[in-house]
């Protein structure tokens, strides 16, 4: 039932409105005559409504009591005078009342007023109610949420929104294009999205690569969307735009799209490289047995009496010499840089026992040091590091690097006043952390991003290929470690190894060798290459000293080795059409394990997971391409005697 409090200073009139109420099915518990019980029976009995005079005896009268009553216990109330002056009137309505009764009053006219403000009272709850949840729940997603009104001015924020553009609840009443600048990837202003969601009255995605300049200046990435607010008549009654921070996500992105890169890269570097790698190793061992025949022959020649057409001969040979050399030469870049290629395409990661980074700094600093001594002084501030587990050569070759590097970045011309700081220390974490810093003018904002990018260089054409900083970071990153740049606070840059510490491991125990034999008898080798060009070379090189046998197929050496063929030497191509060198190793194997032990894999690299694997888990030697005529010389003295 419903509950009425009559608050009236009259007690005739308070008891007439009592029983009329009663007689219209009102329940009346008592009447009150000042504010102060007013606001003291509506807290005890907790009516549905309050019928209010405005005249009361006393300090308080019924605007204040009402006022007083909204504020504490949300009930409605409606206003019963006989007075309705204007500042009366405009006080009482500041008040929101839920209506307002004239005295003297018809039993129907109380009925519909108490009714009407019930009914009032209801639908503000149940909007109240709806806003508060539709409130609480904007504040409490995730996503940041900023609504505005026709005219674009923001009104709501909620808290992650205050968060992402640093703007609190001033930004009120603020152009939404004051609180949400937003730029594309390239600092180029773009159109307002509520604007457009407005304009078009629809859903309007926020342009890729878009970024938002927060209050403090600094830029971060968003993504999202802005919508018209519409009512249930289609009216627009302003927008909202709803999005999020994802710099994070976007960072995270480029960083597997560059994996990804890097894994294509190192698919191609692995084709490009076997395929180079083989015609390399025949040109450059051929070049070298031309030179060396042709010194032979000058010598020969220039050895005893000669007529001017000797004279002649041996100087065109000399001419001819000295073609060769630079052709040889021209063959030694195209093979350094083939080997940059393969580190891509490596599958193994470049680990080795426990060794101390400061070795192999100082090491990179005495190997670069004629070179860097042009460019810059030198300084050390070498710190204690833990050791870390990695080939000694590996950091030699990223160290020596960094320091060409940063000796480029400064030029000639002033080395007394520049210095590359070589610095070792032990971060937060334990890590070993090796610092190379320079004096130079430091790395542009726009190459900052793309300095470890394959191929990616600001050289002159001619000077460089853009791999250097590459495979410095792809092999600290195969050694679980972190390669990156940034620059000083007013110029230079800084280059920053940071290493994982290694478990103390025991040194391996060294074998004592053989004795060797000054002139080891002459042997059975065989020579397995699908590239006939290979085995040309390689029976070349040994025929004189021990009979060669060479096939280009897998299968013809097994049909060999299956007819009892027994050779003291394998010289066998890692990978080959039909038949790799894996298995026919398998296969030979199985037939004589013996013979299995004399191979010497010939590779360019192995370039599969499965082919480093099974390089990684037999003893064999390997021969890497291209190799030179000194090189396959002295492993089949060392593998014969």
């Known amino acids: 039932m419903t509950t009425v409090l009559v608050v009236e200073d009259e007690v005739l009139i308070a008891d007439d409105i009592q029983r009329t109420l009663v007689r219209l099915g009102y329940q009346v518990p008592s009447t009150v005559l000042s504010g102060e019980s007013a606001i003291q029976a509506t807290g005890e009995l907790q009516p549905s409504l309050v019928l209010m005079d405005i005249k009361l005896r006393g300090r308080m009268d019924g605007i204040e009591a009402a006022a007083a009553i909204r504020e504490r216990f949300d009930v409605p109330v409606v206003y019963l005078t006989s007075h309705s002056d204007e500042p009366t009137l405009a006080r009482a309505m500041g008040t929101h009342p839920h209506g307002y009764l004239l005295k003297p009053f018809t039993d129907r006219e109380l009925r519909t007023s108490i009714e009407v403000a019930l009914d009032r009272h209801e639908m503000e709850t149940k909007l109240a109610q709806r806003e508060r949840w539709f409130s609480t729940t904007l504040r409490s997603i995730g996503d940041a949420v900023i609504s505005t009104d026709r005219a674009l001015s923001v009104t709501f924020m909620n808290p992650e929104a205050e968060r992402i553009t640093g703007w609190g609840q001033e930004a009120l009443g603020r152009p939404i294009t004051e609180v949400l600048r937003l730029t594309d990837d390239h600092g180029q202003p773009i159109a307002s999205p509520v604007g457009l969601a407005l304009e078009r009255s629809k859903i309007v995605d926020l342009p890729e690569n878009t970024e938002l300049t927060v209050r403090s200046g600094q830029r971060v990435a968003v993504e999202d969307s802005a919508a018209p607010i519409v009512d249930d008549r289609g009216l627009i009654l302003g927008g909202v735009v709803v999005f999020r921070d994802v710099s994070e996500k976007r960072d995270l992105e480029a960083r597997v799209a560059r994996s990804e890169r890097m894994a294509a890269l190192g698919t191609m570097a692995a084709g490009v490289a076997h395929e180079i790698n083989n015609p390399l190793t025949f040109v450059l061992a051929n070049l070298e047995a031309g030179s060396e025949g042709l010194r032979q ?180 990153t195969e050694l679980g470690g972190q390669l990156s740049a940034h620059n000083q606070p007013g110029s230079g840059a800084v280059m920053r190894v940071c290493l994982p510490p290694a478990e103390a491991v025991a040194e391996p125990q060294r074998q004592t060798p053989e004795s060797k034999s000054a002139n080891p008898a002459r042997r059975k080798v065989l020579v397995v290459d699908d590239e006939l060009a290979i085995t040309q070379v390689v029976d070349r090189l040994l025929r004189a000293q021990h009979q060669v046998t060479t096939c280009t197929r897998a299968t013809d050496a097994l049909a060999l080795l299956n007819r009892g063929e027994r050779f003291d030497l394998i010289f066998l191509d890692l990978m080959m059409p039909n038949m790799s060198g894996e298995e ?58």
């Open 297 to 476: 022959a000058i010598s020969a020649l220039s050895g005893g009496p000669s007529d001017p057409l000797q004279r002649q001969v041996v100087a065109q040979l000399k001419d001819l010499e000295v073609l060769l050399t630079e052709a040889q030469g021209g063959a030694d870049r195209v093979r350094d840089v083939v080997q940059e290629l393969k580190i891509f395409g490596r599958t193994d990661r470049p680990t080795g026992a426990p060794i101390d980074p400061m070795g192999a700094a100082e090491t990179a600093i005495k190997m670069t040091a004629h070179t860097v001594a042009h460019h810059a002084r030198i300084q050390r501030a070498l710190g204690p590091t833990p050791r870390v587990k990695a080939k000694e050569g590996t950091l030699v070759q990223v160290f020596s690097n960094l320091l060409l590097n940063a000796a480029d970045a400064i030029g000639e011309g002033q080395a007394t006043q520049n210095v590359i700081t070589v610095r070792t220390s032990t971060d937060p974490r334990g890590w070993a952390s090796i610092e190379i810093e320079d004096t130079g003018p430091g790395i542009p904002a726009g190459v900052l991003p793309r300095i470890f990018d394959p191929f990616f260089t600001t050289k002159a054409v001619g000077k460089g290929l853009g791999l250097g900083l590459a495979i410095a970071h792809h092999l600290i």
């Open 584 to 641: 026919l190793y398998h296969r030979l194997s199985a037939l004589d394990p013996e013979q299995a032990q004399r191979v010497v894999f010939m590779t360019g690299g192995a370039f599969s997971h499965a082919a480093a694997n099974f390089l990684a888990q037999i003893p064999n030697r390997r021969l890497y391409k291209p190799f030179s005529i000194e090189t396959i010389r002295t492993l089949a003295r060392e593998l014969l005697e």
